[in-house]
């Protein structure tokens, strides 16, 4: 049998879940599009980039590797540190080699993870602080021409918080001996790909 | 908190068909609608629910009636002033202000939360009340938004105080922390 609270809980994720299902329905006939068409182009912005998505799943798998307090320090801080790129993005300003960077930036943390790497912790969050600003410049930079740029601002932070979520679901396989191994060849994999990436950008 | 559970699921998908059915009924939806489909209003009143969940049961709950009774007089005043205002600014701050208490998990003083809920239901009524235009019936739209902001924030100090889970102190902090980033992009946006 279910436990109350359980079942408490699953009926409010249901509603939540529900909400969301009717949701474009209403706002749309409001106003065509704004609304959920930004939302919609943010969120699928770190997905659409092989790039972003593998730097940010090693994020929380690195995270998880590291455990208690770096894997909650991520997904608390990233967002912020990440907004602060994303405000020189909007704002147009300089930043250099960013698509070097962020390719870079998978193929580090992947190596991190494939590795086991432990730094301290404030180097950690030193290198995933920097990544997050050149992740976040990259989102940043496409938003003022968002049809609706608080809906794509949402958009693209909820979609890169659930990819550490992901990655830090899948980190915690750590704790059993087999799962370390998974956990390890999964930031092999990223590894790879962000060589893969890196060359395609320096090409 | 249960029993509401399907409210925002209803009030989504209702006010289309109802809406020409009872007369008059329109603006109470208008008013009920329009702090759910703005994100800064949105956000922030999950952001300050959040935020009285995090502190003890009693201030809780004061803060959630002072939000709402907060929320109902501003709305009401800037609705019968009618002058359109531009808050985008102090709107965002607030949003950036309480998401950022959310990630820092501090137990306030009850009188810092008191004021802080005063204030940000001050700004957010002042701004939704502002939108009010001469054809709608005041009383019903200003009542459509109290009520949006009363169930808004009741869930959100709902999953605020059944965090008890390690995880899940962590869920409500990182929330507040999203909620902190998409205000200061959205604030590099409007400013720029």
Redesign the interface.
């Known amino acids: 049998m279910m436990h109350g609270r359980t079942r408490a809980t699953l009926r409010v994720a249901g509603a939540v879940v529900m909400g969301v299902c009717l949701w474009p329905s209403p706002a749309a006939a409001h106003e065509p599009g704004g609304l959920a068409e930004g939302f919609l182009s943010g969120f699928g912005h770190p997905l659409s980039g092989l790039d972003h998505m593998l730097a940010m799943v090693a994020v929380g798998l690195w995270g998880a590797q590291l455990g208690a307090p770096a894997m909650w320090l991520l997904p608390v801080t990233f967002p912020l540190v990440m907004a602060l790129g994303g405000l020189l993005g909007v704002r147009g300003l300089f930043l250099p080699a960013v698509e070097p960077v962020i390719a870079a930036s998978a193929l580090l943390l992947g190596a991190a993870v494939l590795l086991a790497w432990r730094p301290m912790l404030a180097v950690a969050l030193a290198l995933v602080g920097v990544f997050a600003v050149y992740h976040g410049y990259a989102h940043g930079a496409e938003l003022p021409g968002a049809a609706d740029q608080l809906a794509y601002g949402a958009g693209f932070v909820l979609s890169t918080g659930t990819l550490h979520v992901v990655g830090i679901a899948i980190g915690l396989l750590h704790r059993w001996t087999w799962g370390t191994m998974v956990v390890r060849a999964a930031g092999g994999v990223i590894a790879v790909a962000g060589v893969y990436l890196l060359a395609d950008v320096l090409r | 908190?249960?029993d509401v559970?399907?409210?925002?699921?209803a009030a989504?998908?209702v006010?289309?068909l109802v809406a020409h059915i009872v007369p008059g009924v329109t603006d109470f939806y208008a008013g009920l609608?329009h702090p759910v489909?703005?994100?800064?209003h949105l956000?922030t009143f999950v952001a300050i629910g959040l935020l009285a969940g995090q502190q003890a049961r009693g201030v809780a709950r004061r803060a959630l009636t002072l939000f709402v009774c907060v929320l109902l007089v501003t709305a009401g005043l800037a609705g019968a002033h009618g002058r359109t205002l531009h808050l985008e600014g102090p709107l965002l701050a607030s949003m950036v202000g309480v998401g950022?208490l959310v990630?820092a998990n501090w137990r306030l003083p009850a009188a810092a939360v008191y004021t802080c809920v005063t204030a940000v239901a001050a700004l957010h009524g002042v701004a939704n009340g502002a939108e009010l235009t001469p054809a709608m019936a005041p009383v019903r739209f200003v009542a459509g938004i109290a009520l949006a902001g009363f169930v808004v924030m009741t869930?959100a100090v709902?999953?605020a105080r059944?965090a008890e889970a390690p995880w899940a102190g962590?869920a409500v902090?990182?929330a507040g922390?999203?909620i902190?980033?998409?205000g200061?992009?959205?604030?590099?946006?409007?400013t720029?």
């Open positions: 908190m249960t559970a399907w409210l925002p699921a989504a998908s006010p289309v609608l489909t703005a994100v800064e956000l950022c990630a869930y709902g999953l059944r962590v902090r990182a922390s999203w902190a980033a998409v200061v992009l959205a604030w590099g946006a409007v720029r």
